[in-house]
């Protein structure tokens, strides 16, 4: 995942700037330039708390036991926070990748009319399915392979003493199944983080090359919220997960600072840089199409399907309605913030 995250701060850049077609930009005046500089310092600072508290809130199930994953509250927010991912997906990032890869400056020459931002949402989409898959397998495999070899050395020491360690034996039966849904929240907050990743840094991007702060003022606000929400949802998976205490720290860190660091580079490449020319809206479409494939099928798969197939919820009706209610905040929420971002 770090070296994913490398290469899109230090390369995506680089490409993005080095090749200048179709329209240039006009507006270019100085004032402009130092006004909406200060805007971006300003989304920079208000982006990485907002990022930060949501991302943190579902961590907090350690101090507020009302906050625990096995709780209603935490139930709430990871099906806000699944709605809210969904949104990301359909709404916010599928529309941009279809807009670039159907840009008019890349011409009728490139795939003509090839769906390519849906052909590489797909391909994303499997592609996850089948590292879940193989990775779970993997697990599973050599999981039975040493249970069986315990079995197999109790057995031995039964014959040998003459009695049974039934502590040992009951205890490797209680856990059965708990290692395989750990690996699974693992590979889920993972993978998620990466499809999360990718997004923030093209919109971080996008924002620090801007030079109009009528367009910058709004996103600020938009962009703070949607960090925030997105946050939750990813919270929620890391804390389900049970990393130790220096990855969590990682990936919180990573999430809260990837679109502040994505501005950052925007305003460095703010001068060479054009959004038009046929390498930006390959790339950035390209990443866009397979993140919002990531996000959608993480979102109705992995967090859904998951969480609607709890037998906690799965026996309650008031959990049910709770839970349709908040996957309907979570999409209207995030559905109305594409207004502005």
Same mark, same amino acid.
């Given at each position: 995942?770090?070296?994913?995250?490398?290469?899109?701060?230090?390369?995506?850049?680089?490409?993005?700037?080095?090749?200048?077609?179709?329209? #240039?930009? %006009?507006?270019?005046?100085?004032?402009?330039?130092?006004?909406?500089?200060?805007?971006?310092?300003?989304?920079?600072?208000?982006?990485?708390?907002?990022?930060?508290?949501?991302?943190?809130? @579902?961590? +907090?199930?350690?101090?507020?036991?009302?906050?625990? @994953?096995?709780? %209603?509250?935490?139930?709430?927010? *990871?099906?806000? $926070?699944?709605?809210?991912?969904?949104?990301?997906?359909?709404?916010?990032?599928? =529309?941009?990748?279809?807009?670039?890869?159907?840009? =008019?400056?890349?011409?009728? %020459?490139?795939?003509?009319?090839?769906?390519?931002?849906? +052909?590489? $949402?797909?391909? $994303?989409?499997?592609?996850?399915?089948?590292?879940?898959?193989?990775?779970?397998?993997?697990?599973?495999?050599? /999981?039975?392979?040493?249970?069986?070899?315990?079995?197999?050395?109790?057995?031995?020491?039964?014959?040998?003493?003459?009695?049974? /360690?039934? /502590?040992?034996?009951?205890?490797?039966?209680?856990?059965?199944?708990?290692?395989?849904?750990?690996?699974?929240?693992?590979?889920?907050?993972?993978?998620?983080?990466?499809?999360?990743?990718?997004?923030?840094?093209?919109?971080?991007?996008?924002?620090?090359?801007?030079? /109009?702060?009528?367009?910058? *003022? =709004?996103?600020?606000?938009?962009?703070?919220?949607?960090?925030?929400?997105?946050?939750?949802?990813?919270?929620?998976?890391?804390?389900?997960?049970?990393?130790?205490?220096?990855?969590?720290?990682?990936?919180?860190?990573?999430?809260?600072? %990837?679109? @502040?660091?994505?501005?950052?580079?925007?305003?460095?490449?703010?001068?060479?840089?054009?959004?038009?020319?046929?390498?930006?809206?390959? !790339?950035?479409? !390209?990443?866009?199409?397979?993140?919002?494939?990531?996000?959608?099928?993480?979102?109705?798969?992995?967090? &859904?399907?998951?969480?609607?197939?709890?037998?906690?919820? #799965?026996?309650?009706?008031?959990?049910?309605?709770? $839970?349709? !209610?908040?996957? &309907?905040?979570?999409?209207?929420?995030?559905?109305?913030?594409? *207004?502005?971002?």
């Amino acid at each position: 995942m770090k070296f994913i995250f490398l290469l899109l701060v230090f390369i995506f850049p680089v490409n993005i700037a080095a090749e200048c077609t179709c329209q #240039q930009s %006009t507006n270019t005046n100085h004032y402009n330039k130092n006004q909406a500089l200060r805007f971006k310092l300003i989304a920079i600072a208000s982006i990485l708390i907002a990022g930060a508290t949501g991302v943190c809130i @579902p961590q +907090f199930g350690k101090i507020f036991e009302s906050l625990r @994953p096995e709780s %209603t509250v935490f139930l709430a927010v *990871k099906f806000f $926070a699944a709605g809210v991912i969904l949104a990301t997906g359909f709404v916010h990032v599928f =529309p941009d990748a279809n807009e670039s890869l159907e840009n =008019p400056c890349l011409g009728d %020459t490139a795939w003509g009319d090839f769906p390519m931002g849906y +052909f590489v $949402a797909m391909v $994303a989409a499997v592609a996850v399915m089948m590292v879940e898959t193989v990775v779970a397998s993997v697990f599973n495999r050599s /999981h039975c392979n040493n249970k069986a070899a315990e079995h197999v050395a109790g057995d031995e020491e039964k014959q040998e003493t003459g009695h049974m /360690h039934v /502590h040992a034996l009951s205890s490797h039966g209680h856990a059965a199944g708990s290692p395989e849904l750990l690996l699974r929240h693992r590979i889920i907050s993972q993978v998620l983080e990466i499809g999360i990743i990718i997004h923030s840094v093209i919109i971080g991007i996008s924002l620090g090359v801007s030079i /109009h702060p009528k367009t910058i *003022k =709004p996103l600020i606000v938009a962009l703070s919220f949607h960090q925030m929400f997105e946050g939750m949802g990813l919270g929620s998976c890391i804390t389900e997960a049970e990393f130790n205490i220096g990855t969590v720290a990682t990936m919180l860190l990573f999430y809260s600072f %990837t679109t @502040p660091l994505g501005i950052v580079i925007g305003i460095a490449i703010s001068n060479t840089y054009e959004e038009k020319s046929r390498i930006a809206l390959i !790339i950035q479409g !390209i990443l866009n199409a397979a993140s919002a494939g990531i996000l959608v099928y993480m979102a109705l798969v992995d967090l &859904l399907a998951m969480g609607f197939m709890k037998s906690k919820v #799965q026996t309650s009706s008031r959990l049910q309605i709770l $839970a349709f !209610i908040s996957i &309907l905040l979570g999409l209207g929420c995030m559905s109305l913030l594409a *207004k502005w971002a």
